[in-house]
C-alpha cells in the first residue's frame, strides 16, 4: 500500500486535516503582514506638533448645517462649500425647512459645487428622512447617520464624530493617500484601511489623527506633487508609492 506522504496523513483521517493543513502552510497573521514601517506614534506627535490648528474648515452653527456641509464636501473642496453654504441655511435653516423642497429648489444655492444634481437630491430625501423618522433631529450615531440617503460610512463618520465625539477614523481621499504613502496601510480601499488606522492608533487619537492627515495631505503631500524635500516627516516617511520625478518642482 502507498503510504502518504509526510504531512498528508492527516488528509484521510478527518479531524486532524485542517490542523496539518494549517501547520505545514502557515502564513504570517494578516495584522503582521501590515506592520507600519514607521512609529505610529511618533509620526502622531509630529504631526501634531506641525498643525495645531488642524481640524475642520467647513463653516456650521448646527448639526443639520454640519451634515449638509459634508454631504457637500465630497468632490468640492471645504473653501468651495463655504461659499455655498450661507445662502442655503438661510434658505434651508432646518431639515423640516429642506423636507418641503424639491431638487430643482435646492440645486441654484449649491450649483458651483460638485455632483450638485445629486446632492440636490440627497438634501431633499435626507431632510425627509429626518423629519419622518428622527423627529427632525439630526441622528448623532454613526449607525443611524448611516441609513440616510446620500450619507456614506465616511459622511456618517465625520458628523458624528463632531456631533457625539463618537471615536471614528473616517477615510477620505486624502487619509487614504497618505496612509499608503507612509507605509500604514496597503490597502486600496477607505474601508479596510480605516480598519487598519483604528488598530494602529488608540482610539481617543482618532478624530485628531483623521484631521492631521487630511490637513498633512492638503498642505503638503499632495496627490500630484508631493513636497517631500520639505516636508516636516519626511524622515519618517518610506515615500510608497511616490515616484521622484512627482515631487514638487524647486523644492
Ligand atoms: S515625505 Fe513625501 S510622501 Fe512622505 S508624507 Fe512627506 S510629502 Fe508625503
Redesign the pocket.
Known amino acids: 500500500m502507498k503510504k502518504n506522504p509526510p504531512g498528508q496523513r492527516g488528509a484521510q483521517s478527518g479531524i486532524s486535516t485542517s490542523t496539518n493543513t494549517l501547520s505545514t502552510k502557515k502564513k504570517p497573521p494578516k495584522a503582521h503582514r501590515k506592520t507600519p514601517e514607521i512609529p505610529a506614534e511618533e509620526l502622531f506627535e509630529r504631526l501634531d506638533r506641525l498643525y495645531p490648528e488642524a481640524g475642520t474648515a467647513l463653516h456650521y452653527t448646527t448639526p443639520f448645517e454640519l451634515l449638509v456641509a459634508v454631504v457637500l464636501s465630497a468632490q468640492c473642496t471645504d473653501a468651495r462649500v463655504n461659499l455655498v453654504t450661507p445662502a442655503l441655511f438661510a434658505r434651508f435653516p432646518s431639515p423640516a425647512e429642506m423636507a418641503k423642497a424639491s431638487p430643482d429648489d435646492i440645486e441654484p444655492f449649491i450649483r458651483s459645487c460638485g455632483l450638485f444634481r445629486n446632492k440636490a437630491k440627497n438634501l431633499a430625501a435626507l431632510s425627509r428622512e429626518i423629519a419622518a423618522s428622527f423627529g427632525g433631529i439630526v441622528p448623532q450615531r454613526r449607525s443611524e447617520l448611516v441609513k440616510l440617503p446620500g450619507v456614506g460610512v465616511k459622511t456618517a463618520g465625520v458628523v458624528s464624530m463632531h456631533l457625539s465625539g463618537e471615536p471614528a477614523f473616517p477615510v477620505d481621499t486624502h487619509v487614504q493617500r497618505?496612509a499608503v504613502?507612509?507605509g500604514l496601510s496597503r490597502e486600496s480601499t477607505p474601508e479596510k484601511t480605516e480598519k487598519i488606522l483604528e488598530k494602529l492608533f488608540a482610539p481617543e487619537r482618532w478624530i485628531r489623527m483623521h484631521h492631521l492627515l487630511i490637513w498633512?495631505g492638503r498642505n503638503?503631500?499632495s496627490a500630484i506633487r508631493?513636497?517631500?524635500p520639505n516636508?516636516g516627516?519626511?524622515d519618517l516617511?518610506p515615500?510608497i508609492g511616490?515616484a521622484p520625478k512627482s515631487?514638487a518642482k524647486g523644492s
Open positions: 497618505l504613502r507612509l498633512h503638503t503631500c508631493p513636497d517631500c516636508c516627516i519626511r516617511c515615500k511616490v515631487t
